[in-house]
């Protein structure tokens, strides 16, 4: 029984000994049976009561958690065909590798035994079950099981898991084609993530977490079969185009949306993510461990609070324009970047941190006391600013619904493509600096400062523009979060919380992302505010889900989601040497973010 | 005829109550290869360090082409000294190409606004930097491992793309702390050649080595520094007949000791070693 190791990419696939014995040919069929079985299975009632969210009570047509599994059940029959080597489903597996069936069948598995379990444990008992629960529940074992029986593409249980060998190049299309297959995956991407964000507020989150585990799993298998690479190279090679598309996928968000919840739900995404952006330049490129950032945050939105115009301002009489605030918000934070950075930056490392964390406290802390009895009064101490008017530019208020080719935008959804400018402008803002003479001397001094030093680089200056820069950004963002939440107030500008912006979330949502990258943060802010959101009745436990999950992320991808090409060589030595295929070093673009978040 | 490029004179340096260098004088001009030598623990480190701004002598001065420098690494290097390191300190995860351009830093001056606005002239400066930069590559043969990340080079390669980071900096004087440490005998003979091309482009080179024959052979001038203090100071040939050089990095016998014949032995190999490395044969 000696196991082969290497899949060999040839035309019957891997070479290795199954989990499970069984001819191949019967475990293709089991595979595809069990696909097709998991798809009749979400025809039929699940439970019989409509107390289980989604009403799974019908029978004749998927409803709620059962849409998943179908979608599930769909995924698992596709790439069980590319086994079969069927024509025009040879690209979802290039490698024909057995590892990618695999776990698209743990997709469809997962998200059923999700559903069938969180039935019986949340209604009490297996009585509540239907008989197309049980259904369900086999036809969607079946696949694992038929997978399981498949070569193995290695020795051990790890490579079910790991990207496939010898995945053969894309074939050469012409630019018009790989600019429509850019479109089409951003496309998907927005499907998923406005599905994500548009799930129901169940009371224990259940169609969102099928949700994730689906997209969890599904995301994995395209990403063993090799689509994402392919997906990273082609965005490389179309990095305006990817950028643009993307963002037009994001303007096209708030026109799928018939509630205005959701819209709000996607610009505080937009504002967290584009204030961990800034974060990024600070951590990601120039190394300096900021734990106070959220500050920068505040100081933006209290002053854009304070010249709103809002009675509750201390300076209610001033109401200046918008650009005007914008710009206030920006250079008060910038100042406040200055201040804080001037002394602390000649530390080091640890140092810092404990420093930056202080700072950031004691913002929040002097924002509480500037009340007037305890301090002179600027900021209303813990009721903060309330009543902060409705934004108005060109004469458009915000704050109304408009109705714009048939669609109607309300608030949240106006608020919604104002940010997306701003993320645009900072995202520009980033790639920019990072690939300048600037942006070197930041690597440079994240590398080896005492060698960057001695390469003529002023490392203070240095550090002090990139934490200004950073800085200014959050105050950006700031201006817009005051105007959308209609009042400022001391209390989520604390180091860390259950919930988001804080600074240790941000922080997470840089790590997690992928450190250096634009759209690794971008990805990893949406995953830490939706998921709170989402699964509120976690509640005491969030921290400790968020911990462990953070925990786990570290052990088995350190550089985070999005990886930076110099980190994923960083955590993984290879021995390879690295020889990109493009002259310049992408840093993940951020056509990458939007597929991913497909994958999110 | 010759101008002097660096002068040091009276440098001291203590730590607490070790003083590690102490009132060291020096002097490089123009077009020369000085060496610096003496046993682990002499302080040339040190020196180097206080030289370059790393550290800020407890006492004496440092003057480049008659300026004095001011303690601050990135204004030595801006004046136009560079160097390397003794264990290498690439900037690990950047690429090769990415290392050279850093080492440009001093000599551009695009800031944060015109990397954000990206004008005529960020592109135009951009665009020489990467040509210098690659004129650099090719000069120490890299050109052809540009996107290379610098951590997986190997060591030799690494050694070389430190001193082209240095390089870029274009500098009057460059600095060498160990170049040839951990290399073979052909690679340190690739360095001695390239250390040379330097000298050749009208650079001044200060190299600190264990290696002595590669020292002898390539320095016009050699200090020897021992306990912090400056030795002896002179031609190859000057040092290496000089009893306290060969004291300082054996020892001296002291009366009837008993290994004093095994030490006279030592003494001879020495002298045949030194002999075969000025008939230039290999091992």
Redesign the interface.
Known sequence: MTDTTKTTGAPQGAQGTPVIPLPAGAARILIAVGAVATMASTMLAWTWTSEFPGDLTVTGYPAGLQLLTLTGGILTLLYALTLWNVRGLRWLNPARANGPVFLMALAAFAVTWYTVLAITIELGGLANLEPGGYVAAVASLLPVLGALALPRPGDTWKSYFAKADDIPAAHEVPAWAERIIITLCLALGLIVFTYGIGTPDDEYGETFSGFMLLVLFATWAVFAAGLTDRFSSLNARHKGFATSMAFLAAAVFPFTQSEDHNANIGVNILIFATVALGLNIVVGLTGLLDLGYVAFLGVGAYAAALVSGSEYSRFSGTQLPFWGAVLVGMAASLIFGVLIGAPTLRLRGDYLAIVTLGFGEIFRIAVNNLDGSSGPDITNGPNGIANIPDLEILGFNLGEPHVIAGFTLGRFANYFLLMLVFTAIVV??FT??A???????W??IR??E??????????FRVKL?AFA?GAALAGLAGTVSAHVSYSVVPTPYQFAGAAPPNSAFLLAAVVLGGMGTVSGPLLGASLLYLIPEKLSFLKNYELLAFGIALILLMRFRPEGIIANR??Q??FHETG?????EQ?S?PEGTIGATKATKAGA | MTNTVLEASGVTMRFGGLTAVRSVDLTVSEGEIVGLIGPNGAGKTTFFNCL?G?YIPTEGKVSYKGSVLPP???LV??AGM??T?QNI???????VL?NV??????R?K???W???L?GPG?KK??AA?EERAMELLEFIGLAHKR???A??LPYGEQRKLEIA??LA?EPGLLLLDEPTAGMNPQETRATEELVFAIRDKGIAVLVIEHDMRFIFNLCDRVAVLVQGEKLVEGTSDVVQGDERVIAAYLGTPFEGAPEDAALQEVEAAEVHAAEGSSEGNDQ
């Open positions: 520009l803002v920019r600096a690939d300048s003479r600037i942006g070197r001397s690597v440079a590398e080896d005492t060698a960057a030093t001695a390469m003529g680089i002023n490392g523009v820069l110099r980190r060589l960083e390879q040497l690295d020889i990109p002259q070093l | 370059t790393l601050k690494p990135h290097t801006q560079a160097r390191f300190r690439l900037f690990a995860n950047m690429t990415e351009l850093v080492g440009r830093h001093t551009t695009e800031g944060l015109s990397a954000l990206r960020f400066a951009e930097s996107d290379h990340l951590r997986s980071r240095a900096s």
